[in-house]
């Protein structure tokens, strides 16, 4: 699979692909759906959206984009639950996604805490101790949550769950893994959302994500 774009709510490559010139945007995502089916017929397309359980954003972008000729294969979601509103919100939109479009689906970003401390310096984006009701920001928490993402997209009708993705499981503190690439001692919000702790070890979760 390639992602065309990345979270493509506000489109791409401003001003020519914005939200609001439809026309423009369905050109360019047709351009990179073109280049990906010139170098491999069996490559699929994905088109990738954040806010995963805002299933009105869902319908007005995937709509418009049908209406306008864009060319795709799959559905990409982000959902963070801290964020992007309730797992049964998330689960109904995903459900009404896959039949309303005919599209095989997953989720291209998630990402869970196992704990409220830093290790870099570098403030968490991420602090509270319970961000989603019922899942505490421990390794365990951490599992839990992404298990039953999983398990949400497992069971999206007709087999059309395809996986999930984690952003960004490798996300250490590590010198060097920084925001800046140019600044070696640079942190990063997100270590503490990774699927390794702090003692360089995969976590619980490793084994929750895809796990069966």
């Known amino acids: 699979m390639v992602q065309v774009g990345n979270e493509l709510n506000g489109g791409l490559l401003w001003p020519e692909g914005r ?35 805002d299933n009105g954003l869902y319908r007005w972008w995937f709509d418009n984009a049908v209406a306008h000729g864009v060319r795709f294969d799959v ?6 639950p801290f964020w992007h509103g309730t797992l049964e919100a998330f689960q109904t939109n995903m459900n009404d996604v896959a039949a309303r479009y005919g599209k095989p ?13 830093d290790e870099d310096g570098w403030e968490n984006i991420i602090t509270s101790a319970e961000p989603y009701p019922g899942y505490p920001a421990t390794p365990e928490g951490q599992a839990a949550m ?14 059309r769950g395809l996986g ?28 503490n959302q990774a699927l390794f702790g702090f003692d360089d070890r995969a976590l619980p979760a490793m084994r929750a994500l895809g796990g069966r």
């Open 105 to 117: 689906l997953l989720v291209a970003e998630t990402a869970y805490p196992f704990t409220t401390a």
């Open 164 to 191: 999930v993705f984690s952003w960004e499981a490798t996300w250490t503190a590590v010198r060097g893994n920084g925001w800046d690439p140019a600044d070696p001692a640079s942190g990063n919000a997100w270590e």
């Open 146 to 159: 992404l298990r039953k993402v999983s398990e949400l997209v497992r069971a999206v009708p007709g087999g």
């Open 75 to 80: 559905i990409g979601l982000s959902y963070y």
């Open 19 to 53: 939200w609001d010139d439809w026309q423009g945007m369905a050109a360019l995502l047709n351009a990179g759906s073109d280049a990906v089916k010139e170098v491999s017929r069996a490559t699929k397309v994905v088109l990738h959206l954040a806010d995963g359980a």
